[in-house]
């Protein structure tokens, strides 16, 4: 049976967990997606068997076929750190990450990911730590070469957690992957994602935990995303920028 690969465009407005979770109701695989702004809409790449007919679908508009995406040629072309044995070798410390071409968020190409990596330093050793949205991994793997004690890391698109269990095995670090966040006690939430994207990750529950590491917010969206998180039981310690995003280190109120 052949595997397509299929752009499903988002109704406007839709959160991207909505598109995705309808997406894998009818048998399609979430693969990776993209912002438009200017529309407020959502574009998924998933894979299927055929090209679906979207009459009574709630979140997704159209839906057409693509060729394949070639990992490799995605990261060569975006990742300052790629080499050409197709691995990309980011400095973390002292030490040497690994991470392969795939699916998931993190090739160190989008502000938001250098912004979380220069938080972790100082706040993950001997800590924790749930990677909430963990996309490659790069940010749990990060973590647990940085002293974190335990890394948790979450997605709810199974590509991500296998293009992150792929880097983990890569770099030999013991990492637990989930889709769900779990419920024992974290020290530090590591989440790189768009407001209305953490909105919904913690709609239903808020791990408690002292401290935020957080990024995926612009300028003017500062005052309503701290308004929210100050709702979740955490304040403000200190704000940093790179661009247009904003990463934030929240503790417990």
Same mark, same amino acid.
């Given at each position: 049976?052949?595997?397509?690969?299929?752009?499903?465009?988002?109704?406007?407005?839709?959160?991207?967990?909505?598109?995705?979770? *309808?997406?894998?109701?009818?048998?399609?695989?979430?693969?990776?997606?993209? /912002?438009?702004?200017?529309?407020?809409?959502? $574009?998924?790449?998933? $894979?299927?068997?055929?090209?679906?007919?979207?009459?009574?679908?709630?979140? !997704?508009?159209?839906?057409?076929?693509?060729?394949?995406?070639?990992?490799?040629? *995605?990261?060569?072309?975006?990742?300052?750190?790629?080499?050409? /044995?197709?691995?990309?070798?980011?400095?973390?410390?002292?030490?040497?990450?690994?991470?392969?071409?795939? +699916?998931?968020?993190?090739?160190?190409?989008?502000?938001?990911?250098?912004?979380?990596?220069?938080?972790? =330093?100082?706040?993950?050793?001997?800590?924790?730590?749930?990677?909430?949205?963990?996309?490659?991994? !790069?940010?749990?793997?990060?973590?647990?070469?940085?002293?974190?004690?335990?890394?948790?890391?979450?997605?709810?698109?199974?590509?991500?957690? &296998?293009?992150?269990?792929?880097?983990?095995?890569?770099?030999?670090?013991?990492?637990?992957?989930?889709?769900?966040?779990?419920?024992?006690?974290?020290?530090?939430?590591?989440?790189?994602?768009?407001?209305? &994207?953490? =909105? $919904? +990750?913690? +709609?239903?529950?808020?791990?408690?935990?002292?401290?935020?590491?957080?990024?995926? !917010?612009?300028?003017? $969206?500062?005052?309503?995303?701290? +308004?929210?998180?100050?709702?979740?039981?955490?304040?403000?310690?200190?704000?940093?920028?790179? /661009?247009?995003?904003?990463?934030?280190?929240?503790?417990?109120?």
């Amino acid at each position: 049976m052949q595997i397509n690969l299929f752009s499903f465009l988002g109704k406007k407005g839709t959160l991207l967990s909505k598109i995705q979770k *309808e997406m894998m109701q009818n048998g399609y695989s979430p693969v990776m997606s993209c /912002e438009h702004r200017k529309t407020n809409t959502y $574009e998924v790449y998933g $894979e299927g068997t055929s090209l679906p007919s979207l009459i009574s679908w709630k979140y !997704i508009q159209s839906v057409s076929l693509v060729d394949p995406i070639s990992w490799q040629e *995605e990261w060569k072309r975006h990742c300052p750190y790629y080499v050409n /044995e197709n691995l990309c070798r980011i400095p973390i410390g002292t030490k040497e990450l690994l991470l392969t071409p795939g +699916a998931g968020f993190g090739d160190l190409s989008h502000p938001t990911t250098k912004l979380m990596l220069s938080l972790l =330093q100082e706040h993950v050793f001997s800590k924790t730590v749930v990677d909430l949205g963990c996309g490659s991994g !790069i940010l749990g793997l990060a973590s647990h070469m940085l002293g974190a004690k335990q890394v948790y890391s979450i997605d709810n698109n199974p590509a991500a957690i &296998e293009h992150t269990t792929v880097n983990a095995d890569l770099n030999q670090i013991p990492l637990l992957t989930s889709m769900t966040i779990p419920k024992t006690p974290i020290d530090v939430l590591l989440i790189n994602m768009i407001f209305s &994207e953490q =909105q $919904e +990750a913690l +709609a239903s529950y808020v791990p408690s935990c002292s401290l935020w590491l957080s990024s995926g !917010i612009l300028h003017n $969206e500062q005052d309503a995303y701290l +308004a929210w998180a100050h709702t979740c039981g955490m304040t403000l310690h200190s704000i940093h920028t790179e /661009e247009q995003w904003l990463a934030f280190v929240l503790q417990r109120i």
